[in-house]
């Protein structure tokens, strides 16, 4: 499997809820970070998370790192139907120099 | 905030052309990158460039790809002979510390070639 998968691949829920998205991955990180991508837009940056950080909060957001499980989790409390996106996890590897790697992304729909 | 700006938003051009992307990334940041997303599919790193020179690049940066910092602000991704599997979103981003630090990304240049 590739460095970074999300999953699930897709969810949906209802506004209100909560909306749960994981992230594993193989190799050794320093950094995880979270990002949003709105349907055919740009990358918006969400949350870094360093490997000797095991939980992160920013606003309705919650990101946990378990490195031992090497793995992540993105919580969205809360939802609302502006949550709609797809939420990617990036790994920083090493291959000589530092680059991020992204995951396949999971597509979350929070129905109005 | 600062942002980094990329043009065109979207660029139709005929396989075979030249085309070439433009970014600007903010003005403070030492780090360069372009990833590409074909539709529907996860963002491949393309290639990081740091001190006027390409740090890495992936497979995909083969010969027909090329990138350039042409007068201190502007970085640029040209695409030598586009074919048809070059269609995609292409995305700039910059980092002021190494490659372990966050990216901004620019909001991408879709595109398409026919």
């Known amino acids: 499997s590739q460095q970074g998968e999300e999953d699930p691949q897709a969810l949906s829920i209802q506004e209100g809820e909560n909306a749960t998205m994981n992230c594993s991955y193989k190799?050794?990180?320093?950094?995880l970070q979270w990002y949003r991508q709105n349907s055919g837009r740009g990358l918006v940056h969400l949350i870094l998370?360093?490997?000797?950080?095991r939980e992160k909060h920013s606003g309705r957001l919650r990101v946990t790192l378990d490195t031992s499980k090497k793995s992540s989790s993105l919580l969205i409390t809360a939802s609302r139907a502006a949550d709609t996106a797809s939420y990617f996890c990036?790994?920083?590897?090493?291959?000589?120099?530092?680059?991020?790697?992204f995951g396949t992304g999971t597509r979350l729909k929070v129905l109005a | 905030e600062p942002e980094v700006t990329q043009t065109p938003s979207h660029q139709v051009t005929q396989m075979g052309q030249e085309v070439i992307l433009r970014c600007v990334p903010i003005?403070?940041?030492?780090?360069f990158y372009w990833y590409r997303q074909i539709l529907g599919q996860k963002v491949e790193f393309l290639v990081s460039?740091?001190?006027?020179?390409?740090?890495?690049k992936s497979e995909i940066f083969d010969d027909q790809f090329s990138v350039e910092r042409p007068d201190g602000s502007n970085f640029t991704l040209k695409i030598r002979s586009t074919k048809l599997e070059d269609s995609a979103m292409y995305f700039c981003?910059?980092?002021?510390?190494?490659?372990?630090?966050?990216?901004?990304f620019g909001s991408g240049t879709r595109l398409t070639v026919v």
């Open positions: 981003a910059s980092s002021e510390g190494t490659g372990r630090s966050s990216y901004t």
């Open positions: 190799t050794s990180i320093n950094n």
């Open positions: 998370i360093r490997s000797n950080e």
């Open positions: 990036a790994t920083d590897a090493y291959s000589g120099t530092y680059k991020y790697i």
């Open positions: 003005s403070n940041h030492l780090y």
């Open positions: 460039f740091y001190n006027n020179e390409i740090s890495e």
